[in-house]
């Protein structure tokens, strides 16, 4: 596997198949951010794309870094972009993000009634991030849905480590509020009544 500083190299001289190789290392996590971002799969791709888009057209001013953190910044600027168009209405479905909080791994067991309040949960944290403001909603989905470190983070916002803690604190007091609205859907360990 040939290192990733050689690869940025041979992109910034434009070969594309160099490109191609950053693009499969870093598509999952670019469209992850975007789905988490979007709450829409094709909404989600056609950001993905238009990153590495942006992104190759821009590789030859790459001053080096972390790449990654590069790659997420784009796709956290086209997700917004697309946040801002008139294309985007998002209807976040955390179906397929299973983003609900469970004390135990889900097995073939799991009762209907579980498995439909989980759903149900995970429905209402999609809408409640869909409440939050666009930068406070990347700081939460890149700390703690994609698990970055606060300076993680702070490289793929571009913005202060400082920031990223505020925003992030904002997101999660905005997320609880919201979740505690609907106490029925947590479980009991979350609930404030038990």
């Known amino acids: 596997m040939e290192d990733e500083s050689q690869l940025v190299r041979r992109s910034q001289q434009g070969e594309l198949d160099a490109f191609n190789q950053l693009v499969e290392r870093y598509q999952g996590q670019v469209y992850n951010l975007a789905l988490r971002m979007l709450g829409d799969q094709a909404l989600a791709a056609d950001a993905a794309q238009e990153t590495f888009i942006s992104a190759y057209r821009g590789i030859k ?28 209405r998002p209807a976040v479905s955390l179906d397929t993000l299973d983003l609900a909080p469970s004390a135990t791994p889900r097995s073939h067991e799991e009762s209907p009634e579980n498995s439909a309040l989980r759903q149900e949960l995970g429905r209402e944290i999609g809408q409640g991030l869909n409440t939050l403001p666009h930068d406070q909603r990347l700081a939460l989905v890149l700390v703690d849905i994609q698990g970055f470190s606060y300076e993680e983070a702070a490289q793929t916002m571009g913005k202060p480590v400082g920031t990223v803690r505020s925003r992030l604190s904002r997101a999660r007091q905005h997320m609880r509020e919201y979740l505690r609205g609907r106490p029925e859907l947590l479980p009991a360990q979350f609930r404030l009544d038990v």
């Open 61 to 88: 001013g790459y001053r080096g870094g972390n790449l990654r953190s590069w790659f997420l910044r784009i796709a956290a600027n086209s997700s917004k972009d697309m946040l801002r168009s008139a294309r985007a």
